[in-house]
C-alpha cells in the first residue's frame, strides 16, 4: 500500500512564512460577475482560476509534475516591481491573492520556480494529490483577494 502514497517532486519551502503573499493571474472568463463570493469578495473568483498545468503543460514549463503558476510577492517586491507588472502582456487579466497559509490549509505546498522573465514566478503545488482536486481549488478560490479587477467582458 505505501507504494501507492503520491511523493511530490517539489519540496515546499519552508522559508516561507503563512504571511507572505502569492499573486495569481485572473482570466475574466474566471470570473462570474452576478456572483458574490464566500469571503465576500465580488465578483466571485471561480475554481477554475486556481487549476493547475496539466502533465503536458508542465512538461512544456520544465516542470516535473502539474503545478499552479503564482508570483511570490516578496520577490516581485525586491526586484523592483509593482504588482501591475504581472498583468503586462495579459490583456483583460485580473490580479487575486491568496497567502502562504492559505495553500497550505489546502494541502498545498509553495516553492520559487524562477524563470528569465519573471524571477518572482513560483509553484503551489499537491503535497499528497497531484492534481488540485475541485474542492482544493475551490477552498483557494474562496481564499482569494482582489487586487485587480479583470475587464468585465461586453454582452453582445
Known sequence: MADNVY????????????????????????VRWNQTGPNGQWPRITSQA??????????R?????????????HV??????????????????GLASI???DARDAGQGVTLWATSEEPWHG???????QIKSP????????TAVWLILPSRPQRG
Request: net charge negative; glycine share 8%.
Open 50 to 59: 486556481f487549476q493547475d498545468y496539466n502533465e503536458p503543460m508542465a512538461e
Open 123 to 129: 509553484l503551489v503545488f499537491g503535497l499528497v494529490v
Open 7 to 30: 511523493q511530490s517532486p517539489y519540496a515546499d519551502d519552508l522559508t516561507y512564512n503563512d504571511d507572505c503573499i502569492l499573486f495569481r493571474r485572473i482570466r475574466p472568463d474566471w
Open 76 to 93: 516581485l517586491e525586491a526586484s523592483g516591481h509593482l504588482p501591475e507588472a504581472l498583468l503586462v502582456g495579459f490583456p483583460g487579466y
Open 61 to 73: 514549463m520544465g516542470c516535473p509534475a502539474p503545478a499552479m503558476s503564482v508570483a511570490l510577492a
Open 135 to 142: 474542492g482544493t481549488r475551490s477552498i483557494l478560490a474562496a
Open 99 to 101: 497567502t502562504v497559509k
